[in-house]
């Protein structure tokens, strides 16, 4: 598994670089740059001496390095062994357009079709039948990797619950979030209680995010020890945030950084 940095370096630095800087001093030998990752303790001091430097304040420095060295620094998973799995949960990544569908977004509404799952999702689907040929559990997965694990694997409704978009009554669709998959499936078990032990099947890239929105939904979330999940990026996306990593990565990051806003200004105002 990647560690926190050579993860992140790995990345496009022109898309990942300039909004790591900003909270960054001099590394000197040991700079993002580099395959030699500093410790944990000298990036959290340089983070805070230079945001300190930066807001010309001595205390908010340490109260925001946290959530950057999460959200910026911290990608490894909690790890499960397959055998202890009780459920396993598929969030899907991206999708192609296609002629019947005009998909441009798996956010928007009004499409006259689904789009095609493609690859990316067939390699989701590969890493979900792998899980399940070790414990064969019951498996909710969003629609793009259900398909492939129907037409793939011949899985059936005994084993495998299809979590559709929203379908309004005039044929629009609406494609939900990661974080709406997590609520249907919860909705569907009647509690995450229910599930046990969760495997959560995502884009390497997205799988932290997956466990993060699962268990913020009570499941108990983790990635399968035994499995590899897929790394590969599809530049025929329909989604475009999908297409490559440095673009992902940001992305992800920014959405990691507003659901930690939300919560911190919850606790901080429960009052409102």
């Known amino acids: 598994m990647q560690t926190r940095r050579t993860f992140l370096a790995s990345a496009s630095k022109a898309a990942t670089l300039p909004i790591l800087a900003s909270t960054l001093g001099a590394c000197g030998g040991n700079s993002l740059s580099t395959n030699t990752p500093i410790s944990d303790s000298e990036l959290q001091a340089q983070m805070i001496g230079k945001l300190n430097a930066q807001l010309n304040d001595t205390t908010t420095g340490s109260t925001i390095e946290p959530y950057l060295m999460d959200v910026g620094f911290t990608w490894d998973l909690p790890l499960i062994p397959a055998a202890q799995v009780n459920t396993i949960v598929a969030y899907s990544f991206g999708n192609r357009p296609n002629a019947a569908s005009g998909n441009t977004s798996s956010n928007g509404g009004n499409q006259a079709a689904f789009p095609d799952p493609g690859p990316i999702n067939e390699e989701l689907a590969d890493a979900v ?106 530049p025929l996306s329909g989604q475009p945030w999908t297409r490559n990593r440095g673009l992902y990565l940001v992305h992800d990051m920014f959405a990691q950084l507003a659901g930690k806003a939300l919560t911190a200004i919850a606790q901080a105002y429960p009052q409102g």
């Not at 559990?137 to 084993?159: D, G, H, P």
């Not at 629009?172 to 979030?177: A, N, P």
């Open 129 to 234: 039948h792998q899980i399940y040929q070790l414990n064969p559990v019951k498996v909710f997965a969003q629609w793009e990797i259900a398909r492939f694990l129907v037409s793939k694997y011949q899985m059936n409704s005994t084993n495998l619950h299809s979590i559709e978009p929203v379908i309004a009554s005039d044929g629009s669709i609406t494609y939900l979030s990661t974080d709406g998959v997590a609520a249907a499936i919860v909705a569907l078990e009647g509690g995450a209680a229910a599930m046990g032990n969760v495997a959560v099947v995502g884009h390497r890239d997205h799988a932290k995010r997956c466990i993060l929105t699962s268990v913020g939904r009570g499941m108990k979330a983790s990635a399968v020890k035994e499995v590899t999940l897929p790394v590969n990026y599809d």
